[in-house]
């Protein structure tokens, strides 16, 4: 006889990773709570590197920058590499983006072996939503487009029962994991509560070649993107995951439950 009790707790989907990546493009930090503002989860992506002509650096090209792991300190956060360590305050003053200081931005150029500046992108800057997806005056720090983004783990174990050699989660840089519920049923989420706070998913998450990158190992191959390439593909591009923008700010956390208020097709059934 099947356990209803059990059945239940399969089916909740309830919070079960938060991370963010307060330098674009370096590792993450992972939570067991955290602050949801306008913009995102407090401190993520609030920092990147730029070159001498100031596009910003990204794994994509630059896969060496997975190596740059990322923690808390006193002060803010500190980056090791190669056995060395620099500080970064978490405190950003001003309205424009800024370089934090000729010091950081040395450090950085020597390690990554290219020259470049670390930014900081100060929380009073405005950085609108692209406007065909906002749902009020949506704003989006330096994230590629939107606040968060969030995956199922079942989506990802279904990716890797695909695989010859599984993926982490790591691989895809979420910002929000949840457990139960099917695989890829994100896909299809408009509006949902995570604990006491509301969020609308907007857009599927178009992924790139970043994902092939080995977080430990900074190594670029060919997977998952080339499985997720042939039964992820729409409309020329590759999916995995929602783009989601908060409506409500506050505190979300490990462990919160996760309530669908509505629902809206943006994958073939």
């Known amino acids: 006889m099947l356990d209803v009790g059990y059945l239940m707790f399969m089916a909740m989907l309830q919070v079960s990773q938060l991370f963010i990546y307060p330098i674009k493009s370096l590792g993450g930090i992972s939570l067991k709570s955290a602050v949801v503002l306008k913009k995102g989860?407090?401190?993520d992506r609030r920092w990147m590197l730029v070159d001498e002509e100031n596009v910003f650096l990204t794994q994509r090209i630059h896969n060496k920058m997975a190596?740059?792991?990322?923690?808390?300190?006193?002060?803010?956060?500190?980056?090791?590499y190669d056995g060395q360590q620099l500080e970064i305050?978490?405190?950003?003053?001003?309205v424009t983006v800024q370089e934090v200081s000729s010091a950081h931005s040395e450090w950085f150029s020597k390690n990554l072996g290219i020259r470049c500046k670390l930014v900081a992108f100060p929380e009073e800057n405005e950085r609108p939503v692209d406007q065909e997806y906002r749902v009020g005056d949506d704003q989006v720090s330096l994230a590629d487009a939107y606040p968060l983004m969030i995956v199922g783990q079942s989506s990802l174990d279904d990716l890797n029962e695909r695989l010859k050699d599984p993926v982490p989660m790591n691989r895809f840089r979420p910002s929000v994991v949840f457990t139960g519920g099917e695989a890829f049923e994100e896909d299809n989420w408009s509006m949902f509560s995570m604990g006491d706070l509301t969020f609308?998913?907007?857009?599927?998450c178009k992924r790139c070649v970043l994902i092939t990158v080995d977080q430990q190992t900074g190594i670029k191959g060919v997977e998952p993107l080339a499985t997720l390439s042939k039964f992820?593909?729409?409309d020329n591009g590759v999916y995995f995951g929602q783009n989601v923008i908060p409506t409500k700010h506050g505190q979300i956390s490990t462990g919160d439950e996760i309530i669908i208020n509505s629902h809206s097709s943006r994958w073939p059934s």
């Open 41 to 43: 989860l407090e401190h």
């Open 67 to 80: 190596l740059f792991r990322m923690s808390f300190s006193n002060n803010g956060f500190q980056v090791s």
């Open 89 to 94: 305050d978490s405190t950003i003053e001003g």
């Open 200 to 204: 609308a998913a907007v857009k599927l």
């Open 232 to 234: 992820r593909r729409k």
